[in-house]
Every structure is written in C-alpha cells, then in structure tokens.
C-alpha cells in the first residue's frame, strides 16, 4: 500500500520530485509517469527476487561503528512490542497532512516517549522528507537528556524508485534521511520495497550504509520469500544481519500466513514489523457504509462495507473489546502481537497514540485468537496483492 501511495503523491507532486535526485521525467504526461513507475513497482513486488560515499556522521561515530562486529551490533537493536507508523506526518494526498496538526503529532512523540515505547518508523518518501523531518526536529526539542535520546528508535526507508539503480544511490539517500532525522545514526534502514531489477545493488548499499556506520541495523519492506531469503544469505556473505521485515498484516490481509512468509521470518530469525495493522483505519470501528473515508481510501470502504463476513467479524471484535474494556483497534493490534509481530500504526492524535500503545495492558486468550483467525479469514472486501482498487 504505503509505495503505491508515493506514486499516487509524485504525480500529485511532480515538481518536487528533484528532492529525491529524480531526473526530470521525459514522458508525455504526468499520468505516463505514474505508470511506468507503478508498472516496475508491481511487478517487484508480485515476482521473487534473486562505491562507498562520505559518511554525515562524525567520524568516531563512523569508526566505532567499523570497530564493532557487524552481527554483534545489529543483534544488539531491541525493539518494543509495539511501535507508531508516521506514514501521514506529512503525506497530504492519502491522510490529509496539514502542517497545522504538527502540535498534535508533537505530543504523540512526547507521549511515546514518556512510555518508552518511543520507536517511530518512516521513510524518505513520506511527505517527500517531511515525516523525517518532523521526527528529527521533536527528538532534538524533547530529548534533553542522553538517557531521553537513547530511549528513541527510528526505522526509516530507502524509495526503490524506478531510477536508483546503484548502491551509490542507497548510501546517499540514507545520509540524506539521516541529516533530515537530526544527525544520529538511523537504528534500522530498510529497503521500501523490492524494484524490478536493481535489488542486489540496493543489498550492497544496504552493507555499506552499515558498514559506514550510517545505520545500526538494516531490513527490507514488502519483500516476499524468496526475496527476503536472498538479501539474508547477500549480507550474510559481509556479516551484516538481516534484521527485519516490513510487510503489511492485519486481520483484513493476512498474505503473510497464508503464502509462508511468517514462517519463513520466524526460521531465519527475521523480526516482521507489521504496518497497516488497523487497514488504513477500517478496524477501528469508525467508518461505515455511511461514513467512508475520503480519498483513495473511499474506493476500498465502498466493496469493503458490501462484504457481510466483513460486518460479522467487527461484531466479534467488539465483543472481544468489551470483555477487556478495550477498543476494537485495540483487538486488530494483539491479533498481530500474538501472530509474533511488531505492529506500528499510524497515530496522528494523542487519543489515537494512547489507544494504540494500551493495547500492552492485555493480551487475546488463545480461543479469542481463533474467533479472529476464523472470522478474518472469510473476508474478500478488503484489497488484493497489486492494490488494483488504489490505481482504479
């Protein structure tokens, strides 16, 4: 979803795209643009997949860095049960961002960090800079101990986009996120999502990021199996773990466990961060067939709300709710908790922050799990593998 959505915003945006070190595009239009992008972005994604630049970073930073076994470092990357996505700090086309609200995603931070469960994941394409931006500026203000600033993780993302094609390219995106996230080292730098024919270079970039201590821990995003095992057996040639994987999991897309992909995780120790855990918000019981969203977010609504198995595992989600004096997004994030992942939604108010991070203060019992398995499995509204309802 979240790649798609970029490509949606560049076109949107099209001036801005030299932010990113993308040539002037030479099609017809902006629409042929998109396409050509999108075409090379799914086909990426719905396949298997098969020069070291000046580190930003201080040099002791960099050298110590160098000093440390690589599988010793990225082993040493903990992270908590739950994190907060930051997809909408900046994106205006698919959340409505309005620099306005910035106050609001400031005491998300703050309170994240009072719980110390202060692990925000972004990337370079979201709001073309911004959401990092964003970051960077509330740990620089909030953080005024080294104890406050130790307690922050930030994930971000290199944007496989159809022109990066060079290892060179990924090395200096990151120092690009790093200056714009305050400075400090990224702890986990992922590939956004796998491109049709540069993946092994964007592997080498992920190394030397790495390696010039850049980052301390690197994963992918979107990636399938036989992806993901080829960039594990690539970085392990350098001693560099792969640390992780982002994919999208939620009741409503359960591609992971039913194509293998979870398992295959769990058995090269790959920790799964598992976003749009709420499914662009349609768990947490706000909307209905009379209440859609706006934006691109409406098309799905309309099939969604049409799908009766729909409407009978909200019915068991607010059930679940109710026996634990908790909230249905609450039931949708322990569904992916007990599956063994790390969910990360998306918090753009101090309400929604408070609801996502309580979702710690109780777990689903193994027969509640069952009903969700159950239930979710039945529902066919949601969106398919190549998000072709978002390109409609």
């Not at 908790?326 to 609801?355: D, H, M």
């Amino acid at each position: 979803m979240k790649p798609l959505s970029f490509l949606l915003l560049v076109a949107t945006s099209y001036h801005q795209c030299e932010a990113l070190s993308a040539p002037t595009p030479t099609t017809n239009s902006r629409r042929d643009f998109l396409q050509t992008a999108v075409a090379s972005t799914i086909a990426a994604a719905t396949t298997t997949a098969t020069g070291a630049a000046t580190s930003v970073l201080p040099s002791a930073v960099a050298n110590a860095a160098e000093s440390v076994p690589a599988t010793n470092s990225a082993a040493a990357l903990k992270l908590p049960p739950i994190g907060l996505g930051a997809w909408a700090w900046g994106d205006s086309l698919f959340w409505g961002y309005n620099p306005k609200n910035d106050n609001d995603l400031k005491e998300v931070f703050d309170y994240a960090l009072s719980k110390n469960l202060a692990f925000f994941d972004t990337a370079e394409l979201y709001g073309l800079g911004r959401s990092e931006s964003l970051i960077g500026k509330y740990r620089k203000e909030s953080c005024t101990t080294k104890e406050d600033e130790e307690k922050v993780i930030v994930a971000s993302k290199f944007g496989a986009l159809p022109w990066r094609t060079k290892r060179e390219d990924v090395v200096k995106a990151c120092e690009a996120s790093v200056k714009r996230l305050g400075g400090k080292p990224i702890d986990l730098y992922q590939i956004h999502f796998p491109n049709a024919y540069a993946n092994e270079a964007y592997w080498d970039g992920l190394g030397d990021a790495y390696e010039q201590g850049l980052v301390k821990a690197v994963g992918v995003s979107n990636y399938g199996v036989d992806a993901m095992r080829a960039c594990h057996a690539k970085l392990a040639e350098r001693g560099i773990k792969l640390t992780s994987n982002q994919i999208q999991m939620s009741l409503l897309y359960r591609w992971p466990i039913d194509n293998g992909l979870l398992d295959a995780c769990k058995e090269l120790d790959v920790k799964v961060l598992s976003y749009s855990p709420l499914a662009l918000g349609f768990l947490v019981g706000k909307y209905n067939k009379d209440n859609l969203p706006n934006g691109p977010r409406s098309k799905i609504g309309k099939q969604l709300f049409e799908d009766d198995a729909f409407d009978n595992l909200q019915v068991i989600m607010k059930d679940i709710a109710a026996k634990h004096d908790a909230v249905p997004s609450q039931v949708a994030l322990n569904w992916c908790i007990a599956k063994g992942t790390i969910p990360i939604p998306g918090a753009r108010t101090l309400k929604q922050a408070k609801q996502n991070l309580a979702t710690l203060d109780w777990t689903l019992s193994a027969e509640e799990e069952t009903m969700l398995d159950e239930a979710s499995s039945k529902v066919t509204g949601f969106i398919t593998r190549e998000y072709t309802i978002l390109l409609g």
